[in-house]
């Protein structure tokens, strides 16, 4: 982050002539794109960059509207808010709903940004090994705004140089394979030249070798995996031969694990390791051993630039009323699922749910804290994994329980300048890939997926370092290829959830609807389910208004189906 800082900054003395009308800088204008811009020095290609960098770090994507909002309507999280606001997390979406444009948007504002950073690095103006790092920079996010949106959109159009005419943007969408294949050439590259996390010319912030292979195995699981835009019948949603695929993962992953520079630590070396380890997210400071990418904020809209980070606000922990306070909406509960999913043992889950609310009475303007860790159903059932702040005395509160404490003690957990009290925005950075991640999936991998055919013999050692670090003793489960995927599939919400990973984990297994099923059946179940509770319904809403035939995709935006009349909308939206 220190090192982002910098960049952005240098960028607003550059750029502040320009902007002194507007509020807020936009680091790379989004209407008026000039390919006259040559970068012939270090410093000109890394303001490049960091603008590149920082639309990833925008509201309409990891600011929360596709992380977080998107995200939503699965077995790990669902909105509480009944207003059509929320629409976008239930199901009820459109073609015009401001999440799908968002989302569009700015990925391809990226895709295009890397274009003009492609065509215009000027290759004699440094050596050929940095020449490449700087290009291996734009391209791992290239490689991963395609392969995001194929994820997302399904085929999309599939641009290479830079947009300069209207003319351009009339494109049709390729085939998703082939841009799997683009993402897989610009991951390539990224992976043989980027620096690795070690390096003393490594900046913490940016993209690094080991997590190019790290997100080329995400790539080949997906690709392995169930294609829901290839056909109306399930069993032919699938690239031919997907076994290669998982052998390719297998082999990505275990580049990261045999490097051996990458780790976890052990819950025999520090019982607070999974709560440290999100601390430093929290707290502005890189995990570099743990967390090999990551989207970097900094709470800089005092600087004037528009990054919007929201995490731990949008989807923190309930706490509002006066100012100067770590302030949480709590807008989206923890599951149902993922209260009843850990182990009563297991580290994760004190950390993952907060299980308590300070909630304000305007009338005796005082705040009262409350512990609702064991009523999931509460309609302020907040996420813990990002929270701003918690009780000081814990042990205390619980003993309250839902009675409370009367203007309690708080220690601030988010506690950048700037970012410890704002109202909306946070310094927080958002993981895209862990270590703990590189194991699952290289057990998932091992054993071929949901419909492979090797047990889990070879793969139960990588589950295991992720289960020790949580406080669990080794897996003694069943080995047996089905009953070990479903433990890969528990296990991968138990340690990865609010991730931004489990819808595109659920679609790429085929599980979406029969997790959602499931969902729901287990709120309609629950001793504390009040029909008549608005909140309970609401909960409710992602499995019903889940439609199978169209929702396993975003429909394309309508602005851009207009815009581009070779980009015909699919059917059903």
Known sequence: MKKYKIYLSALIIVLVTLVSCNKFLEVNPKSNWKDDTFYSTKEEATLALSGIY???AKEELYGYKFNVTLEAGTDE????????????AKYALTSSSDEVKGVWLKFYSCIQLVNQFEKNLKPDMFSTEEYNRLLAKALFIRGFSYFTLANWFGPVPLRLTPSTSQKDNILAPSPVFEVYKQAEKDYLFA????DHAKASTYNPGE????????LLARLYLKMGGYQPYLADNDANCYFENPQQYFDKAKEQCEIIINDGWHTIVPYSTDKDSYRNHFLNYLKDKYDLKESLFEISFGNLYASGINVSGRLGNINGVEFVGTANIPRGFANFNVALPVYEIYAAEDVRRNWSIAGYRNKYNSTTQLFTMTYIFDN???????????RRWEPTNITELKSKGTTGMVNAIYTILNSTTGSDVDPNFTSINFPILR????????????????YGTADGTAAVASLNKVRERAGLTPYSGSLAHNDFFKELVDE?????????????????WNMLEEKLIETNAAITGHSSFISTDQYHQTYLEPGKNFDKSKHLLLPYPLQETLINTSLKQRLGW
């Open 191 to 194: 992976a043989e030249h980027l």
């Open 207 to 214: 993209p690094n070798k080991m997590a190019a292979h790290g």
């Open 54 to 56: 920082s639309q990833l």
């Open 435 to 450: 270590y703990s991640d590189v194991l699952l999936m290289h057990a998932e991998a091992i054993i071929g997926g949901r």
């Open 77 to 88: 999280t669902y909105t509480n808010d009944p207003s059509p606001n929320w629409n976008a």
């Open 492 to 508: 991968r919400l138990r340690e990865l959830c609010f991730e931004g990973l489990r819808k595109q984990d659920l679609i790429r």
């Open 376 to 386: 999931p159903l509460h309609f302020e059932y907040g996420i813990g994994k990002f």
